[in-house]
């Protein structure tokens, strides 16, 4: 662009100058051929009037060069200039300056000719004798005789060159000034052209490196105005073109990210292109480190690998289920979709979904079916046996009739109670009974189940105690609340010794802390201890699944279905509670179960 300016300014200079040298030439030459001219016109003048005033004599040039060399002098001293006479025939007869019989014929001057052929003639010469440039006006004495004799004056010219020179001088000085005045000018205007120029050459080159917010501030209605206009509209036009596209990209990366799902690209080549956080923690990869890589540097398992090649190669949809170990273990379910581009095959893209928790739900459906059927087996298969045994005969035995129908009569009792849990625990499993909350005073609401259980303690020799502060509330379920807590009360004391203990203590908590009197609080924690046998420390973590018992036997004599504590999680879960447990075989067991204060 600086050239651009440099080389318009060169230009126009150049443009100036030449017109500026034009102009003095033909100023300077107007100017001499004026004063010439003006000279000129002086001398004919003076000439004619020297003729008006003196004799022209005729006679041989011998009689006649003292007169005229006489007069010549004489004018000389009048016009201040050389005078000359010639005859016709070129002779000069009389000059002011020279001795006329030592000067040679002037004829052929150049005035001399020019005067006999238009009456006047003008010559400009150097004077070898002088040594200055003169001018020469030559006229016939008569122009009606042409060679009838030639009067010339001569004048230096010195006065005129040197006004001449002065002349130019100040020409010259002042076509200078003219010129510098001129060059500043053409500088300012040859910027202001290009200084747009270069203006919207920059903001040009900052949109191609992708600032789509630069703009072009130039004004005017002139072609540049015009293209600052297009250049902004242009500018307008990327800008809300990326932002459209910017929009699309993040709204795509913020889908692929949220999906439940791993997605991962892969090109024909076989380098992953796009990979989302689901597929990452998956795969216990990073996206920064392989994308753009090859598949195969990713250091997955062979059967992936091997998924991926075949997908690459057959170009067709592939589906597998895969485990993986790495980082943990899950089912994978994998599906390998051929990406076609104008159709061309473009790589592979690979679905991946967790399906661990549906096949484990899948499972634990069906064991739950055969669970079931298990238990509802069992007291099916006793009544059945000890009536067939009556109806044998053992009726007609009063007393094995009578423990035999007791077998019965508990057994159906069992029945009915795990009938009871089953359709109880499916009720709630599917929400089907509406909580209905309400405050409760914890200290007297868990003294009256107490109360409700204090038969079966007795009968143990076990003591219930309970540490609760009255006036401690909790948002809850009555009807629910009291479901837990008889629940959890009945296990402990099932599953501890005669003679043991069963503690219940209730503690508002803040946060993680316990608070003191009179201080807020959000949640309830009830913890139920027992000096009981105590949980293996592998059975913990599934006591709270259905059916699951640590020792069947020995559950199934103390009547329970197993499904109590299936029914407690449930139930603390709808009251957007929690529940933990530890326990030491042998020491017993504590329960704690946490529950907000509101709902
Ligand atoms: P059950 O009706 O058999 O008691 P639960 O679901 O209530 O069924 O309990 C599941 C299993 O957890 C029980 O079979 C028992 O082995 C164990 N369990 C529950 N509570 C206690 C406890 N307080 N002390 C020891 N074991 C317990």
Redesign the pocket.
């Known amino acids: 662009m600086n050239s651009f300016r440099t080389r318009l300014t060169i230009i126009m200079i150049t443009l100036i100058g030449l017109s500026v040298l034009a102009a003095g030439l033909f100023m300077g030459k107007t100017f001499k051929n004026n004063h010439l001219d003006a000279l000129q016109d002086n001398m004919v003048r003076e000439m004619r009037i020297i003729l008006d005033q003196m004799e022209w004599r005729d006679g041989t040039p011998e009689e006649l060069y003292g007169y005229y060399t006489q007069e010549a002098q004489r004018l000389k001293k009048i016009t201040d200039s050389r005078v000359t006479f010639i005859n016709g025939s070129g002779v000069v007869l009389g000059d002011s300056d020279h001795d006329p019989e030592t000067m040679d014929n002037h004829l052929q001057r150049a005035e001399v000719q020019e005067a006999e052929k238009s009456g006047v003639g003008r010559s400009i010469r150097r004077s070898d004798t002088i040594d200055q440039n003169l001018l020469y006006v030559a006229m016939l004495v008569d122009p009606k005789q042409p060679d009838a004799g030639i009067i010339r004056l001569s004048l230096s010219l010195k006065e005129v060159d040197e006004s001449i020179t002065r002349i130019w001088t100040t020409l010259l000085v002042g076509l200078l000034i003219l010129f510098v005045v001129a060059v500043f000018i053409s500088f300012r205007v040859a910027r202001g052209l290009t200084r747009p120029l270069e203006q919207i050459t920059r903001v040009s080159k900052r949109i191609k490196n992708l600032d789509y917010r630069a703009r072009v501030s130039v004004k005017g209605h002139d072609e540049i105005g015009e293209l600052g206009l297009a250049i902004n509209a242009m500018a307008d036009g990327l800008q809300v073109q990326m932002e459209r596209i910017h929009q699309n990209e993040s709204q795509l990366a913020s889908v692929l990210d949220n999906m439940i799902d791993g997605v991962m690209m892969i090109d024909r080549d076989g380098s992953i292109v796009l990979m989302n956080r689901c597929a990452e923690e998956m795969l216990g990869i990073s996206s920064k480190e392989l994308v753009g890589r090859h598949y195969l540097e990713a250091k997955q398992q062979y059967e992936l690998l091997q998924i991926i090649q075949d997908g690459l190669e057959r170009k067709e949809h592939l589906r597998e289920e895969i485990t993986f170990y790495f980082p943990e273990e899950r089912l994978l379910d994998l599906n390998l979709v051929p990406i076609f581009q104008d159709e061309e095959f473009g790589g592979v893209l690979l679905v991946l979904q967790d399906v661990s928790a549906i096949r484990r739900l899948e499972r634990m459906r069906s064991e739950f079916v055969a669970n079931v059927s298990h238990e509802l087996k069992t007291p099916i298969t006793a009544v059945k046996g000890f009536a067939e045994t009556l109806l044998g005969g053992a009726v007609d035995d009063p007393e094995t009739a009578r423990s035999f129908l007791q077998i019965i009569f508990d057994e159906s009792d069992r029945l009915n109670r795990l009938i009871g849990d089953i359709l109880e625990l499916s009720k709630i499993e599917s929400r089907r009974i509406p909580l209905q909350f309400s405050p409760v005073e914890l200290s007297s609401f868990i003294d009256k189940s107490i109360k409700l259980m204090s038969a079966e303690a007795a009968r143990k020799h076990i003591v219930v105690s309970l540490k609760a502060e009255p006036g401690i509330y909790a948002e809850a379920d009555e009807d629910r609340l009291r479901q837990i807590i008889m ?1 959890l009360l009945a ?2 004391i ?2 501890t010794p005669e003679g043991g203990h069963v503690t219940i203590v209730v503690r508002p908590v803040a946060g993680t802390r316990y608070v003191s009197d009179g201080e807020d609080y959000d949640h309830i924690r009830i913890s139920i201890s ?1 000096s ?4 293996p420390k592998k059975d913990l973590p599934r ?1 709270f699944e259905r059916f ?4 069947k036997a020995r ?1 199934r004599g ?1 009547g ?7 029914i407690v999680k449930h139930l603390v879960e709808l009251h957007k509670g929690s529940i933990t447990v530890e ?1 030491t075989v042998g020491v017993g ?1 504590t ?1 704690t179960i946490v529950l907000p204060v509101l709902q």
Not at 532 to 535: A, D, E, N, S, V
Not at 548 to 551: G, L, M
Not at 560 to 566: D, Q, V
Request: aromatic share 12%; proline share 0%.
């Open positions: 629940n296990n402990g099932s599953y027992d009981g046998i105590g949980i006591i699951y018992r640590v020792d559950s103390s329970g279905t197993g499904l109590g504590l299936s326990s067991s329960f």
